[in-house]
């Protein structure tokens, strides 16, 4: 059976506002973290169900992340001096992209340091033998290095905010009263 409508049409309701893109909370941190640390447990657990080895952490990944974070930090640095302190205009595709990465790597640093602090709990108890005992080490130098790269992260977000005064076009003429 067919229906006819023979009502006027409603009128669609207004779209929602668009999705802006803000800086990292501490909530988003801690979900993150939280995450990761949920994610390293059903992981390991994983690999003790199905009889497999956990590997250990190779000394690349905290390198990296190290490395990755020095390099976001000096450009952070670099980007806030030109938009604070030279009062420059920074290109938007280049703010996007700075704040982008920055989110990126504060996400990513709070998901391994998680993942890695669940990692080295579970093979504290077993730190007698040499395969736990190099887990541990290795994961405890990949959980440093993981928070500098959330830091750096951060750092980076932050390093891309105009502030609010200099925003304000009337804040440097003088008072007209």
Same mark, same amino acid.
């Given at each position: 059976?067919?229906?006819? *409508?023979?009502?006027?049409?409603?009128?669609?309701?207004?779209?929602?506002? @668009?999705?802006?893109?803000?800086? $990292?909370?501490?909530?988003?941190?801690?979900?993150?973290?939280?995450?990761?640390?949920? /994610?390293?447990? *059903?992981?390991?657990?994983?690999? #003790?169900? %199905?009889?497999?080895?956990?590997?250990?952490?190779?000394?690349?990944?905290?390198?990296?992340?190290?490395?990755?974070?020095?390099? %976001?930090?000096?450009?952070?640095?670099?980007?806030? %001096?030109?938009? @604070?302190?030279?009062?420059?205009?920074? #290109?938007? $595709?280049?703010?996007?992209?700075?704040?982008?990465?920055?989110?990126?790597? %504060?996400?990513?640093?709070?998901?391994? =340091?998680?993942?890695?602090?669940?990692?080295?709990?579970?093979?504290?108890?077993? /730190? &007698? =033998?040499?395969?736990?005992?190099?887990?541990?080490?290795?994961?405890?130098?990949?959980?440093?290095?993981?928070?500098?790269?959330?830091?750096?992260?951060?750092?980076?977000? @932050?390093?891309?905010?105009?502030?609010? &005064? #200099?925003? &304000?076009? &009337?804040?440097?003429?003088?008072?007209?009263?």
């Amino acid at each position: 059976m067919a229906r006819v *409508f023979d009502e006027e049409p409603t009128p669609l309701t207004p779209p929602p506002e @668009r999705p802006t893109l803000g800086l $990292t909370t501490l909530r988003q941190v801690v979900i993150a973290t939280l995450s990761g640390g949920v /994610f390293g447990w *059903f992981l390991i657990e994983s690999l #003790d169900l %199905a009889d497999q080895v956990v590997p250990v952490t190779p000394w690349t990944l905290p390198l990296m992340l190290a490395a990755l974070a020095g390099a %976001a930090a000096l450009y952070g640095r670099r980007l806030r %001096a030109r938009i @604070r302190e030279g009062g420059e205009w920074v #290109d938007s $595709t280049e703010g996007v992209r700075a704040l982008v990465l920055g989110k990126t790597m %504060a996400m990513t640093g709070a998901v391994l =340091a998680g993942g890695h602090v669940v990692y080295v709990l579970l093979n504290l108890s077993r /730190f &007698d =033998a040499p395969s736990p005992q190099q887990r541990v080490v290795h994961g405890l130098v990949t959980i440093v290095a993981s928070a500098l790269c959330g830091w750096a992260g951060w750092y980076l977000e @932050r390093s891309c905010v105009r502030p609010a &005064d #200099d925003l &304000d076009p &009337d804040a440097d003429s003088p008072d007209p009263s």
